[in-house]
């Protein structure tokens, strides 16, 4: 076995100088009515090109998004990821080390946190950021709590746009707390400001939003932070698509208290879901009460620069039952992608690729929307999502343009049942004009 | 064999001295490190897409450099970064055991890693046969019944389990408040009993490292929700009396949970569903190989028996004849941890590794990680202190108290003395019922030759403890910097480069 280095020569030297005849005698605490009998049922083992040609054959099953023209987001979203990223990311002395606990042989992991930090920072236009969440789902949960605790109040009120899973997980993260979550309609497609002000009380603790929301519309952050400041409550905006801060206002330039997210745009394969990146930001007088990690700049004994895990005092391995969460591992690897991604794209790439995407999916969304029995079903500007009303059932049209080898958007009967003709389509910078062309005229072949 | 002792001398990894600025002090304005097309759709002005009072005040301030800038900048900080590929990781607890090369060969396929969680399960059918058949794997190895994969790590599958317990309890109309943990527990337990909501108590260890029977029997009221065990337990040892926890907890009415960390030392040994335990997480990122990417990703399955199956977080993953699908339409689930299905691309990393292993491979696995920990152990008493002197599983604490004691040398030192001989150190500190605690984990994939390399550094630095105890005291010497000023960077914090 080629992952276990012991012949049996240095087996016999290590029972010999363990004092013990057998392996079995070093299992011998184990009480015999719970030991196995036999070995365990499970396939045999595979070499390894049997192993590389069964896999090839499981994911030759699939069909991925090399082989479709992708028009689907919500959530996860088909970005161009440049060379540096895989090259650099992924060096086996990142991908294999372990979290930084020795600083003095870690300062190329804890450096490249910090920088990460530093550039969720920029994104967002936030104090400080952490070094990572597991998603953006479970990061907005996490911020619901951080905004109850920081407020003690107990009530949050969510905006039915955003991504229905965060909802989901959000509920599964309070459900159980002496915290309510109240639903805020969104019928345009955004956040209805007034709507908002008359859901708000004293005891909320926070207003959760998305925007670009999961419709692609872009809210009235400014106005809906005030409705949350004017009662003492707290602005958390979750971003699904942080490419869309290249171009659009970013959360901090509107007030918002804490940032969440989902980094997976950011240079990470859409890899069936996950791994992603969740992202959580907020400002600095809050930064006591943030979960997971943080890396800190400091010096060593002689003065020299250096990078340390810090405030360490929130986490669990200290605080135990009174950690501010108890998150351990993270994504740093993602969090590194997203570094990566982010120093590659530079200042004028960022702008760059959020501009196509913004008007690749505006182009689309025209197109789209000129065709008979298609219409807009929200008429907020979007980022490079849009919803359309559709003459056909969306998954019958999803049937008939897989035939072209064409992703169509995300039906949202499933997560909206009065919005069971609605489809929500993502126009990526790696969409061609051609490619949506090609779209256009299928749906134009369909109606 | 083991070599010819020769006293070893210090010789730290090869990693940079150099410095490297921030990656925003590097490049210069105007510089640019992208290359993306040109729009092919026809110009609108921007204000006809987004209106300006909806677009950035100001563009954020990222660097402005050159593909070689970015790649010479990670080059340079990989130089400064210790990993499993450099060298030993005798982690106690964390199991940080070789990644195969091959695991990222097939996570990597286009065929895997470009599969959007949205896409038709039609088009994922290799997907959730994957998932599907990991599930039937993780369930025999463990004696589970079932096994969700959405938890992102240990700590997030802990709250999952512990949410899902409580439902289950609330199904039956009882209220349980507490729960209880021993008092080695990983600090995520307690962390995550009270964000699922519990009251926490803990039960102290008896003098053989095990749970303190007396002392747990009186504690289980009919208020307790759970027990949660780490078996092998943080001493590395063995609860001898499991089978009696698990009658006690039993008896009243509460559930066994086990923290995963510490399987490897059980695989194909002893099946936690065997034991009495009814609900578990595992560390893919531990036992089963997916690489720990310097703090993250994990993947933390929970696998549970049949009574909780109900709750599992949704989608599960059924196979309908030939056909593969994800089933959302589960009334008792309680709902989602997180978006979409797990850690996937780490799944697959688990599956590759259980299939390259088979059934024997894993139990050889499990038999050679205690072995080395056995082997260690014997070669290293006589140098430091051993509170639990008992055949010790995959792991084992030792205690530098003798080094405090008489030397002034705490166990932090000796930990910081272990970077100049070219290791990374031992898991320290922790359990917290063990002083000065040192906790080695050798795992199944470490040489002979590594091990001795190790004990004899070991050996060498509890001599220094009292020869020479300053070199310990300030150590380390040898690396890229030495011991850094963690009271000023808690105190005023930088957290971020400012322009």
Redesign the interface.
Known sequence: ?K????TP???E???R????RA?D???????R????RG????????S?PE??A?????????????QLA?F?G???Y?H?I?S?V???????????????Y????????L?????Y???M???T?M???N??M?????ATGEAA?MAADLTKRPRILVSTAV?P??R??L???T???RLTVEDLPAPAGITDPAAAERAMADDVAALIIQSPNFFGC?EH?EALARVAHDRGALLVVAIAEPIS??????PG?YGADIVTG?GQALGN????????LGMIATRDAF?RRLPG??????????G?????L????R?????????T??????????A?VA??Y????????????A??N???A??ARGRIAALRGYQLAFAA?T?NEFVVRCPLPPEEI?RRL?EHRI?GG?PLGRFYPELADCWLVCVT?TR??DE?DRLVGYLETLG | ??APVRPPRPAA?P?ARR??P???ER?APG???????Q??????P?D????A?????????????S?LD??R??????????????GF?P?GS?T?????K?N???A?????????????EE?????L??LW?LEH?LA??SGMDRVTFQP?????G??TAL?MI?RYFEDRGERRTTVVVPDSA???N????????FQ?IEVKSDRRGNIDLEALRAVLTPEVAALMLTNPNTLG??E?Q??EVARAVHNVGAQLYLDGANFNA?L????PG???FDVMHF?L?KTF?T??????????AVGVRAHLVPYL?VPTIERDGQRFVLDYDRPKS?????????????LVRAY?Y????????????A??A???A??ML??LRDHYDLPYD??C?HEFVLSGRRQRDRHHVTTKDM??RL?DYGF??PTIY?PLIVEEAIMIEPT?????QTLDAFIDAMTAIAQEAETNPEIVR?A?HE????????V???RK??????P
């Open positions: 076995m992952y276990i280095p012991a020569a240095e087996r030297h290590m029972l100088v363990t004092g013990v392996v005698d070093l299992f011998a605490d184990i009480p009515e719970v030991r196995l070995p365990l049922d499970l396939p045999p083992a595979m390894d192993l590389l069964h896999a090839r054959r499981l994911a030759g099953r699939n069909t991925d998004c090399d992708c689907l919500a959530g996860a088909d161009f440049p540096t895989p090259h650099l990311a992924l060096k086996p002395e990142f991908l294999t080390a372990y979290t930084p020795q600083a003095e042989i870690m300062q190329g992991e450096q490249a946190i910090f920088e930090q530093s550039l920072c920029e994104l236009a104090d400080v950021a070094a990572s597991y998603d953006g789902a479970s709590s991504h899973e965060y989901q997980v509920r599964t993260f459900s159980h707390l872009l952050g801060l290249g171009l659009v206002r970013a330039e989902e394969a859409l890899n069936f879901g996950g791994p992603y930064v990690r943080l890396v800190g700049r400091t010096v060593d004994t002689e020299r620069p250096g990078y340390v810090t405030l360490q005092t986490e669990q391995h200290i605080r135990r039952a009174r950690a969460s108890n998150i351990c591992t993270n994504e740093s690897l993602n590194l570094a990566v982010l120093s590659t794209l530079g200042r004028a790439g960022v702008q760059h690729v501009e196509l913004a008007r690749k505006h182009y500007p980022f999803n897989l992703l995300l910078e061609t004009r949506i | 064999m083991s990894p990693l410095p490297v921030v990656i925003f490049g510089r640019v490190g992208y290359s993306l097309p729009s092919d759709v026809p110009d609108v921007l006809a897409i987004i209106p009072a909806q677009r950035r005040l100001r563009p954020a301030a990222l660097p402005e450099v593909e970015v790649v900048h990670y080059t340079a900080l990989s130089h400064r970064n210790y990993s499993i590929d450099e990781y982690l964390c940080m055991k070789y990644n195969p091959i990222e060969d097939v990597r396929q286009p065929g895997i890693a470009r599969l959007h969680p949205y896409q038709p088009l994922a059918q290799g997907a046969q994957l058949e794997d025999e190895i992102a790590a240990g700590a997030h802990e709250m949410l409580r990983h600090g995520t307690p962390a995550s009993a009270a964000i699922a909501g926490v040892l063995f001898e499991i089978r059980i194909g040994i002893t099946r065997d034991q009495g560390n990122h190989t690489p720990h990417g310097g703090g993250g990703p994990g993947a933390g977080p309680i709902g989602k941890v997180r978006a979409f299905y797990g850690n996937f691309g780490n590759t259980i299939r390259s292993m088979g059934a024997a491979g894993l139990r050889e696995a038999e050679m205690v072995l080395n056995n082997y014997r070669r008992r055949v599983k930990a910081k970077l990374h150190s922790f199944e994939t470490e040489s002979l300030s380390p690396t890229p910097v030495t011991r850094l000023d963690d000023t960077a808690a914090p930088i957290l971020r480069w400012r």
